[in-house]
């Protein structure tokens, strides 16, 4: 699963903190698309949909089809799951499972995108949240099969942040397609995003206020140390109390003066929803088969862990990335690349810290 949130520093620049859960590791890609390079959305039954990016993208991807060794991508094989463009718009893709069921009828005679595509449609097209709102009212989009999910219709649903702070949320729901305005700038998993908002009525209570002093009758009751405002959180791990959460903190952090202490502002944030391997884990008779990831799967107990987590300076366009493997960042400027005009790829693995070892005194 995963969450997402934007942070606002006393400037009002907006960042974007984003976790990243699965059960299973997965071969994620960094990919740089330039300015002009070529994506082919393809949806049977429709005419070719074809554009070139109009702005330049940095992005952690997945291919659709499973790896063939010593097969190169193209850009149009990579499906961008967290990205910024260089007009600082940003587009998330988050785990949805309602996702997929019968759509209405498309017309065959337009063109159609993929939901896979999503994330290249917007950050390759749009400069802001009004620009992909605008757009998505006239664009056809098709929950396709994806062949390294076994087929699944797309499963998730997408944030889309600019650099004013403006966000929307585009969700397929049982095959109805709904883009609603985020006045949160929170999004996490299921249920229906709209569904999250209304519960957030139940948390009016919520304050970053300690109240540390009261009075029962003729007894003085003192708090012992600081926290006790955080007493009304939700505290599990599921989606409905991580959007109640990550709600919390992005309206009380901190409102930091300076962009790079906002980037570690909204780091510290992130610490509160990343998961170790363990303190979540499936029904040992359930096995790992419903773990639906072309050549993935497990041998061991599921157990749902932050994969990767990233941080999204949409004012400066830089990509922050940490791994499950470190506690360190590595920041990509998509600025100072910007002469480079050639599609790039690494791996993941390749690029981010691991946990350094600790010197020891003696």
């Not at 004012?315 to 599609?343: E, K, Q």
Request: hydrophobic fraction near 40%.
């Amino acid at each position: 699963m995963c969450t997402s949130l934007l942070y606002r520093d006393a400037n009002d620049c907006a960042y974007l903190g984003r976790t990243l859960e699965l059960s299973l590791d997965l071969p994620y890609l960094v990919a740089r698309f330039p300015l002009g390079a070529e994506i082919q959305s393809v949806v049977q039954g429709h005419p070719g949909q074809k554009w070139a990016m109009q702005h330049a993208v940095i992005a952690v991807t997945m291919p659709a089809m499973p790896p063939v060794p010593g097969v190169s991508f193209s850009p149009s094989d990579l499906k961008i799951i967290e990205g910024v463009n260089d007009a600082g718009l940003s587009c998330s893709v988050q785990s949805y499972p309602q996702a997929g069921g019968p759509q209405a009828a498309l017309d065959v005679a337009r063109p159609a995108i993929s939901a896979a595509d999503i994330g290249a449609f917007v950050l390759g097209c749009f400069s802001t949240v009004a620009q992909v709102k605008a757009a998505l009212e006239d664009t056809q989009i098709e929950l396709s099969p994806i062949p390294i999910l076994g087929g699944l219709q797309m499963p998730f649903h997408y944030a889309v942040h600019d650099a004013t702070g403006a966000s929307l949320v585009i969700e397929f729901h049982h095959g109805a397609l709904t883009v609603y305005d985020n006045p949160v700038g929170v999004m996490t998993n299921a249920p229906q995003f709209s569904w999250h908002l209304t519960n957030l009525n139940n948390y009016t209570f919520l304050s970053n206020i300690d109240r540390s002093r009261g009075r029962f009758s003729e007894y003085d009751v003192v708090q012992p140390g600081s926290g006790i405002a955080k007493v009304g959180l939700p505290g599990t791990d599921t989606s409905v109390d991580r959007f109640v959460r990550a709600a919390y903190y992005a309206q009380f952090a901190e409102k930091q003066t300076d962009p790079d202490q906002a980037v570690q502002m909204v780091a510290h944030i992130m610490n509160n929803f990343d998961r170790p391997r363990g303190i979540t884990v499936d029904p040992p008779e359930q096995g790992s088969s419903h773990l639906q990831v072309a050549g993935h799967a497990l041998k061991t107990i599921p157990t749902e862990f932050t994969s990767w987590t990233s941080l999204t300076d949409l004012s400066r366009r830089r990509l922050y990335l940490r791994g499950g493997a470190g506690m360190n960042y590595v920041c990509l400027d998509l600025i100072a690349s910007a002469p480079t005009d050639r599609f790039s790829v690494i791996p993941m693995s390749q690029l981010v810290p691991s946990m350094p070892l600790m010197a020891v005194l003696g």
